[in-house]
């Protein structure tokens, strides 16, 4: 038996794959991680609550990109989870590299 929180950590890693196979090349020089709830002090330009955040690269630091695991799931039906998942992933990659999310999706 596999708990929520692992189940959404697969859907994820299957996003990332998905991306990658359409970027044709490994995000090797991203960090993909899944935090429970969006901090408490939302970037400027947030309005409600963050389904993800990217965080750009900084110094040796590698861009890193966060999906908020309970708004996601508040938003999506049981069925259309991944979809969401791989949207919120597809939004923020494509925001990194300079791409319109729909290349990604």
Known sequence: MTSRSARFDDLVLDAVQV?????????????????DVPPTDPAPWESGIALG????????????V?????????????????TLVHEVLAEQIATMLGLDPDDLT
Do not use: H
């Open 66 to 82: 966060v999906v908020y695991r309970r708004p996601v799931e508040a938003r999506a039906q049981e069925d259309d989870l991944g």
């Open 53 to 64: 955040r990217l965080f750009p690269a900084e110094g040796s630091l590698p861009a890193r």
């Open 19 to 35: 991306i990658e196979r359409r970027l044709g090349r490994e995000l090797t020089d991203l960090e993909i991680a899944v935090e």
